[in-house]
């Protein structure tokens, strides 16, 4: 039967124990393991909500909608790639849906290239 104290050594021992110091973890004793849960939000995570909220949305206000507005579109344009290479191609249906699928994105990305931004079309509350 392991002991605390052998669990207390292999903590120790761990080399992925010095990523627990990313964390806000604000109660040391809590041991939290919902699987369902985005979990302890990384210290860096909040330090950019911080950079967010003061330097763009407080000090940019509306100019800050400028690199806002279309970020969703840069984040996809980098995460569908990372994706559709994790797709595991194993059967020929698969294989049609996924090719059916890239034919849609980048037909969306050519029809989207053709609406602009302007300041006269932008969002407005």
Known sequence: MITRDDALALDAADPLRAFR??????????????????GMPPRRTLERLTEVFHDDWATGLIRSWDHWLDMPQRVGD??????????HI????????????????????????????????????
């Open 78 to 87: 980098v995460l569908a790639p990372l994706i559709l290479s994790l797709i």
């Open 21 to 38: 110091d990313r964390f806000h973890i604000p109660d040391p004793s809590v041991i939290y393991l919902d699987g369902n849960s985005l």
């Open 90 to 125: 194993s059967e020929p249906t698969r294989l049609l849906s996924i090719s059916y699928a890239v034919f849609c994105l980048k037909k969306k990305k050519k029809q989207q290239e053709h609406i602009r931004r302007t300041s006269s079309n932008a969002p407005t509350l």
